[in-house]
Antibody, heavy 119, light 107 residues
């Protein structure tokens, strides 16, 4: 069965970086895009960007350009998102989602990773 | 960026009621509209994609319609398991944006 399993919760100080992983199984990793979506506490959903596991191509929401990097390790069937220069507003649950195309139609999602930014 | 709005922001209904949630886009998105259900502490679950196509495994009491800028999600007979937040999301262009959500409570 298709599964996306994310790494555990993180607590970071402002200005630090965080890297969250999304390990996939149950399907061919390179056949589907990985999108990242975040949700601040009590708030709505915000799309951050996508990565093509096949090519490594990425596209980010302009809000995150220059501060977010998405990568993948095809040997591990795992996607990653790294967020740099963290601020308190980055406190959120970060989700990975699988989609068959670059458009976000997320048919399977990870369980979410809480990233807390606090001094 | 395309802005998505939803109404109502919350609703309370009885088990068995017919419930409709509305989603509007700030410009035409043709039929590139998806609906998700999210329960507290859980990831979103895809219910409807392409405005009206039911995702595999989703109960048939859920249905979607609309095109252009106006879309609806209907639950034909509300069940206790349907207590959740519902979000629309467009997949027309980047950035993909979500509506603010509709909280559905069971009376």
């Amino acid at each position: 069965q298709v599964q996306l399993v994310q790494s555990g919760a993180e607590v970071k100080k402002p200005g630090a970086s965080v890297k969250v992983s999304c390990k996939t199984s149950g399907y061919t990793f390179t056949d589907y895009y990985i999108h990242w979506v975040r949700q601040a506490p009590g708030q709505g959903l915000e799309w951050m960007g996508w990565i093509s596991p096949k090519s490594g191509d990425t596209d980010y929401a302009s809000k995150f350009q220059g501060r977010v990097t998405m990568t993948r390790d095809t040997s591990m069937s795992t996607g990653y998102i790294e967020v740099n220069r963290l601020i308190s507003d980055d406190t959120a649950v970060y989700f990975c989602a699988r989609a068959s195309r670059w458009e976000l139609v997320g048919d399977f999602w990870g369980q979410g990773t809480l990233v807390t930014v606090s001094s | 960026d395309i802005q998505m709005t939803q109404s109502p922001s919350s609703l309370s209904a009885f088990v068995g009621d017919r419930v409709t949630i509305t989603c509007r886009a700030s410009q035409s998105i043709i039929r590139d509209l998806n609906w998700y259900q999210q329960k507290p502490g859980k990831a979103p679950k895809l219910l409807i994609y392409g405005a009206s196509t039911l995702q595999s495994g989703v109960p048939s009491r859920f249905s979607g319609s609309g095109s252009g800028t106006y879309f609806t999600l209907t639950i034909s007979s509300l069940q206790p398991d349907d207590f959740a937040n519902y979000y629309c999301q467009h997949s027309f262009n980047i950035p993909f944006t979500f509506g603010p959500g509709t909280q559905v409570e069971i009376k």
